[in-house]
C-alpha cells in the first residue's frame, strides 16, 4: 500500500501517534537499540497532544489506517506545556540565527519525530520533513528542534534533511544539539 503524509484528524491517529511513541521511548527500548535505531524521549499524554493537535496539526505518515511516523508540530507558546522542553524553550528564545534572535523570528519547534520500526529506511522521516515545510512554511521561516547527542543516526537523518546545529547544552536529562531547518 501507497504510504500517506498528511495530518492527525482523528482521536485515534493521536492514540496511534501515543503507541508509537511508547514503542521508542528510550525508557521502554535498551541502549543497544537506541545506539542502533534512535530513540524519543518525552512522553506526552493524549491530552497534552490533542492540544498541540487543535493549536497546529500534528503531521503523521500513514501505511493504510496505521500511524507509522510522526512529526509533532509546536507552537513557541507551549513551551510549558511540557516540562521537559521548557530548557530547549528557553534557551532558543536567546539564541540568533543569522545575527537575528530566533524568537525575532517565524519559528516553530518540532517537538518529536518517530518512524515505526516496520517502516524504516523507506523514506518517511524526509517525507515527514517535507510535509512539515509543505504544511507550515507560508506561516514560518524556520523549524526548529533539539536532539540528544548521544542519538547519532536522528542527528545524521536530521542534517541529510537540512538541519544546521547552533547550539549544544546540558540538562537534567542528557546533553542536547539545537538544530535550525532554514525555509528562506
Known amino acids: 500500500m501507497a504510504l500517506l503524509f498528511t495530518t492527525a ?3 485515534a491517529e493521536l492514540h496511534q501517534i501515543l503507541a508509537l511513541q511508547q514503542q521508542n521511548l528510550y525508557k521502554n527500548t535498551p541502549q543497544e537499540y537506541q545506539k542502533d ?4 524521549t518525552v512522553e506526552h499524554t493524549f491530552e497534552v497532544l490533542k492540544t498541540m493537535n487543535d493549536a497546529l496539526p500534528q503531521v503523521i505518515a500513514k501505511d493504510g489506517d496505521e500511524v507509522v511516523g510522526y512529526a509533532l508540530v509546536m507552537p513557541r507558546t507551549f513551551g510549558a506545556l511540557v516540562p521537559e522542553l521548557t530548557p530547549m524553550f528557553d534557551i532558543v528564545g536567546e539564541l540568533l540565527w543569522k545575527n ?16 515505526a520500526q516496520s517502516h524504516r529506511g523507506q523514506g518517511i522521516f524526509d517525507g515527514l520533513y517535507a510535509q512539515h515545510r509543505q504544511q507550515f512554511s507560508t506561516d514560518f521561516d524556520l523549524c526548529v528542534t533539539e536532539i540528544a547527542v548521544r542519538n547519532t543516526r536522528s542527528a545524521r537523518a536530521h542534517e541529510r534533511v537540512g538541519f544546521q546545529q547552533i547550539h549544544t547544552y546540558q540538562d537534567h536529562t542528557d546533553l542536547w544539539n539545537v538544530v535550525v531547518w532554514d525555509w528562506r
Not at 37 to 40: A, E, H, I, V, Y
Not at 100 to 115: A, D, K, L
Open 9 to 11: 484528524t482523528t482521536d
Open 100 to 115: 537575528i534572535p530566533i524568537h525575532q523570528q517565524r519559528f516553530y519547534v518540532m517537538g518529536q519525530i518517530c518512524v
Open 37 to 40: 535505531q534512535g530513540f524519543t
